[in-house]
């Protein structure tokens, strides 16, 4: 990555807005690395809105699949037994124990 004392706002923008649409595609820790590689830049006086647009949305987006994923395995683990076959079926590796 660049640095970014030397980016102008259009291309921190442009970046910023890349890895945020590359977010969407199932990265949720690329937009954990956009709100904290952009936070500094993003709370500048002279920055513009659109940048911390994209910014907070990354951070919601991740948030949003942190739980979502936490929510999962808090279900898998607590769950895959009575799931019968199926739960056998999407383990990769079976416990071994009663």
Known sequence: MPKLD???FEEMI?????????GLL????LWLVNF???????HRPTAPKQLKQYIYMSLAGCVLWF???????????????????IGDKIT???PKGS
Request: proline share 2%.
């Open 67 to 85: 739980i979502a994923l936490t929510t999962w395995y808090a279900l898998y683990v607590n769950r895959r037994t009575e799931w019968g076959a």
């Open 14 to 22: 442009g970046i910023s807005k890349k890895m945020f649409y590359g």
């Open 36 to 42: 904290i590689y952009f936070f500094r830049q993003a």
């Open 26 to 29: 199932f990265l949720p820790f």
């Open 6 to 8: 030397k980016l102008s």
């Open 92 to 94: 990769v590796v079976i």
